[in-house]
């Protein structure tokens, strides 16, 4: 009798999850608060924007709460100045008390039980059935995140992590997504057309997270959607500054970006860090670009961005610091333009404010530097560019920023010398700015470029020269950036 019968194939097992997380409907039920406090005041808030009438009960209500019961959020909060009484829990959806001691918090608690009505006693985890978390409000879109109570400062810096990447606007897509989702329901789609939809409806928030969808652009996505078989989708081409290094130095947009990009053609001055923000399934491409090891040739770069936007992918091109600094960003951008390819830019933070910040150095001071000056080392021919305005590079008054110093720095520092520049105007070399191994290098101009040359100059090079930087050239010491694990500013 050991027959086998064929059973289906489970799916593995969920793993353990120390909360459930539901999301309860609260539109005009009734929930009770008991209590007046200003943590009353909050849940009350927070239950009238889900649509709850609620009735707080409170003898001594506090001013947050009188404030927020005359200007309620959604349904209605109702102040009753007595205390709450077993009989105000019948018929209520949830219930919340602000409890002084544990014994109050247990009369309540077994109270709003006995009535079948789940209860939460403000900061009192053992008197509670559930916990409310943090939020992240793009209503309809709605995000709960919990740590069962064990960290809630870790959770509330995940709340703000999701906050920096969820557009704001994400409120009104999903808000259209909820008004059209029964026409597209009915729209004659087939599974996989409807599928489509919502991808190509997907896609155009990520693209357009602060726009207000309209009825138009329903009909824009059906029809594209229809079309589809026929029509590759539209590429396009984001131009996006990886910043210096560290990828927090990256702009919410730039990450944005990544996040919907299907090609990523970057160049070796982008940290791995940065890269790490990219969605998974994109494809990354190095395009080279180091100044004087193997590269790409620049019309390469241009031809394959512009093939790739024209099969319909979202390429992006992610470039060191800004793109519009020293980046070529006007060759790409003329080469898409000609193409007929949308383009954007996304900026980043430049090495040389990168490098400054680390330095705690500011480039503009009201006395003794009234200009800031950007110059390359590095010509077209890879020599030191011969139409330099010497004149400007002496001004004492400056505050120059050398991009790709290394190979002719001596050069520059000469000829800058010979054209009026002070040989002891203070000059600083930061190697790897704003990475974990920057190191910093101070002289005056005349010594520096002998101090940079019998240094480990692997990884990108900036040199600032200007008075300014006569603080760190009296330290006259080589500094390695403090070893650390974790960036700057983004302490408990
Ligand atoms: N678009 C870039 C510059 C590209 S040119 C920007 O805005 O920063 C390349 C040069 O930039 C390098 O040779 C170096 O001089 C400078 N650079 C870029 N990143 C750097 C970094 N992390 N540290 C020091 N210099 C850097």
């Not at 008004?179 to 329901?185: C, K, L």
């Not at 970057?266 to 969605?279: I, N």
């Not at 800058?416 to 930061?430: H, K, Q």
Request: aromatic share 6%; proline share 6%.
């Amino acid at each position: 009798m050991n027959a086998r019968t064929p059973t289906e194939t489970r799916s593995p097992r969920m793993e353990p999850l120390a909360r459930l997380p539901v999301f309860l409907s609260l539109q005009g039920r009734r929930a009770v608060v008991a209590g007046g406090t200003p943590g009353a005041a909050w849940k009350a808030e927070l239950l009238s924007a889900a649509g709850a009438a609620v009735d707080v009960y409170a003898r001594e209500p506090s001013d947050e709460l009188l404030a927020v019961a005359g200007d309620a959020p959604g349904g209605t909060i109702t102040v009753h100045r007595r205390d709450w009484q077993a009989a105000d829990l019948d018929g209520a959806a949830i219930a919340i008390a602000a409890c002084e001691n544990d014994s109050q918090a247990e009369h309540f608690a077994t109270t709003a039980r006995a009535c079948g009505v789940p209860v939460n006693v403000i900061d009192k985890p053992k008197f509670c059935d559930f916990a409310f978390g943090a939020i992240v409000n793009r209503s309809p879109l709605v995000i709960g995140i919990s740590t069962d109570g064990a960290a809630p400062v870790f959770g509330q810096a995940i709340r703000a992590k999701l906050e920096a990447m969820i557009p704001r606007g994400f409120a009104r897509w999903a808000d259209a997504a909820r008004r059209w989702r029964h026409a597209v329901q009915t729209s004659g789609l087939s599974f996989n057309g409807r599928r489509r939809f919502w991808q190509l409806f997907t896609a155009m928030a990520a693209r357009n997270p602060d726009y207000e969808p309209e009825q138009v652009d329903y009909i824009r996505l059906l029809t594209e959607t229809e079309a589809e078989g026929s029509i590759v989708e539209k590429g396009s081409v984001v131009l996006v500054g990886a910043g210096p290094g560290d990828p927090e130095l990256m702009t919410l947009r730039a990450v944005r970006a990544l996040q919907s990009a299907d090609i990523i053609l970057y160049d070796d001055l982008v940290s791995v860090e940065v890269l790490d923000f990219a969605r998974r399934e994109a494809k990354k491409m190095l395009v080279g670009k180091t100044g004087y090891g193997p590269s790409c040739k620049q019309g390469e770069i241009n031809a394959l961005m512009v093939s790739l936007a024209k099969a319909g992918k979202r390429v992006v091109r992610l470039k060191g610091g800004d793109p519009m600094i020293f980046g070529r960003a006007g060759e790409e951008i003329a080469a898409c333009r000609d193409a007929g390819i949308a383009v954007e830019v996304v900026p980043g933070i430049t090495a040389a404010q990168g490098a400054a910040s680390r330095l705690g150095i500011s480039l503009t001071h009201r006395s003794e530097a009234r200009r800031l000056q950007y110059v390359t080392g590095h010509a077209a021919d890879g020599r030191l560019p011969r139409d330099v305005d010497w004149r400007s590079l002496a001004d004492p008054s400056a505050t120059t920023a050398v991009y790709m110093p290394v190979k002719t720095l001596a050069e520059l520092s000469a000829t800058a010398i010979a054209e009026g520049l002070d040989p002891a105007t203070p000059a600083v070399a930061v190697l790897r700015a704003t990475r974990a191994d920057q190191v910093t290098i101070a002289a005056s101009i005349a010594e520096l470029p002998a101090r940079l040359s019998s240094a480990d100059v692997s990884g990108p090079v900036i040199v600032f020269i200007g008075r300014v930087f006569g603080e760190i050239a009296s330290r006259d010491v080589m500094q390695t950036a403090p070893a650390r694990t974790h960036s700057p500013g983004v302490r408990p």
